[in-house]
């Protein structure tokens, strides 16, 4: 996650995050992803059912009962124990989280053992009355997926009308008070909408928007040929970065982020090189708390059947189930060969990866990208769209001189 506003529009300094000591427990929420001790935030999906038919959705929901989810004693179990863990935030999503009965409850409960408890949702079954009641128990912010405007979203979601109804879902959640944002997941179906989201954001007075890179996974597998080429990523992070810088010089400011792609950090970082070299140390040294990708160490997912995934687009790597034994047991298990490494992660990829001069803060990006490209988890995201000039590691003092002398025939 890469807080463009943060960075590029320098609402955020290195001192910010330091006055909290980079404690999760301690940090604001806006700042949570520049802690140091990475406790997880963990995504669950509660259920697997939804009454839309996403083309990207990774968990391949329907809209049919699934017989495997997690009771009620083993749902209250489980929030205790990452209570306990120290878990900052906890993401109820799905499938649809708000056809789950029990949702409300649980997220108040998280929120009475002092858990952050956000929803992702598709934003069609936030009448008034849930609204209100979301509000009641505490919920710290809603996210609301929105991939386009009319058309294009509800061809996106593949439910005519989803797009009227995810406004009122947005416009029930202002009423209540509850802060809301959207989540946009960009492709070649829908890059051209980017404008129009920015234009809803300002029109509906919405302040926070995550854009996300595609992630070949569930669904998504099917439309991996729809990704983003490198330029087209280039250019769309280019205007996301122009429009943030405009809704802020206008006294306008929104929180925008990107997500599911760190080689955004480093390009980010290349542009403040040059646009302003003085911010550009603070944005370096923010970059360098976030610390890249975080799947398997300060992010990971609890399925609705209980099976602990390093991150929610990882489904075949399974790293035990909360059936079975805490979260926190599974998490800090250091006889998991796998886990371990993904903790270190900077010490096993391979190719580009290896020896990218952004490693320590991209950390390799997304691996179940990789993996699902090149069979391979260790090898280079194919999403990463920095050039090999980019990415090269700078020549030290010490060996250029010998260069110089080997050239000249003087001797050092």
Same mark, same amino acid.
């Given at each position: ?322 059936? @079975? ?6 998490? /800090? $298990? ?6 371990? #490494? *993904? +903790?270190?992660? &900077? %010490? ?30 260790? @090898? ?6 920095? /050039? $090999? ?6 020549? #030290? *003092? +010490?060996?250029? &001189? %010998? ?10």
């Amino acid at each position: 996650m890469i807080g463009i506003s943060k960075l590029y529009c320098s609402t955020v300094e290195p001192s910010d995050a330091l006055r909290y000591s980079r404690i999760s427990g301690q940090l604001p929420s806006h700042l949570l992803q520049f802690s140091k001790d990475k406790k997880p935030v963990v995504v669950w999906n509660m259920t697997r059912r939804c009454n839309l038919k996403c083309v990207h959705c990774y968990a391949q929901s329907e809209d049919l009962n699934y017989d495997n989810e997690l009771n009620h004693e083993q749902s209250l179990a489980m929030i205790d124990d990452l209570a306990k863990f120290g878990v900052p935030v906890i993401l109820f999503s799905g499938g649809e989280p708000l056809v789950h009965p029990h949702l409300a409850e649980y997220a108040e409960y998280a929120v009475q053992k002092g858990m952050r408890a956000v929803i992702s949702t598709n934003g069609t079954l936030i009448t008034k009355e849930k609204a209100k009641i979301l509000k009641k128990i505490g919920l710290s912010y809603v996210g609301i997926s929105m991939d386009g405007l009319e058309e294009i979203h509800d061809k996106f979601r593949g439910v005519k009308g989803a797009y009227k109804k995810a406004i009122q879902g947005i416009k029930n959640c202002q009423e209540a008070g509850i802060k809301v944002g959207l989540r946009f997941t960009m492709n070649r179906r829908n890059v051209s909408e980017i404008p129009g989201i920015f234009d809803l954001l300002e029109k509906m007075d919405i302040p926070r928007a995550c854009f996300y890179h595609l992630v070949y996974s569930g669904r998504a597998s099917a439309i991996a040929d729809e990704d983003l080429s490198h330029e087209e990523t280039r250019k769309a992070l280019d205007l996301i970065m122009e429009r943030t810088k405009d809704l802020h010089d206008r006294n306008k400011p929104k929180e925008i982020l990107t997500v599911d792609n760190h080689a955004d950090g480093p390009y980010l970082y290349l542009k403040m090189l040059k646009e302003n070299p003085e911010k550009a140390k603070n944005v370096l040294e923010l970059l360098q708390m976030n610390e890249g990708n975080n799947s398997g160490r300060g992010f990971g997912c609890i399925s609705w059947d209980g099976q602990v995934h390093p991150d929610q687009f990882w489904r075949d790597k399974v790293l035990g189930n909360v059936k @079975d034994r805490p979260f926190s047991e599974i998490w /800090t $298990d250091e006889s998991n060969e796998f886990l371990m #490494k *993904l +903790k270190d992660k &900077k %010490s096993h990829v391979k190719s580009r990866c290896a020896d990218c001069r952004w490693l320590d803060i991209c950390a390799g990006n997304f691996r179940a990208r990789a993996e699902s490209i090149a069979g391979d988890p260790w @090898d280079t995201d194919p999403a990463c769209y920095l /050039t $090999d000039q980019e990415i090269k590691k700078p020549i #030290k *003092l +010490k060996e250029y &001189k %010998s260069c110089y002398f080997l050239i000249s025939g003087q001797e050092g």
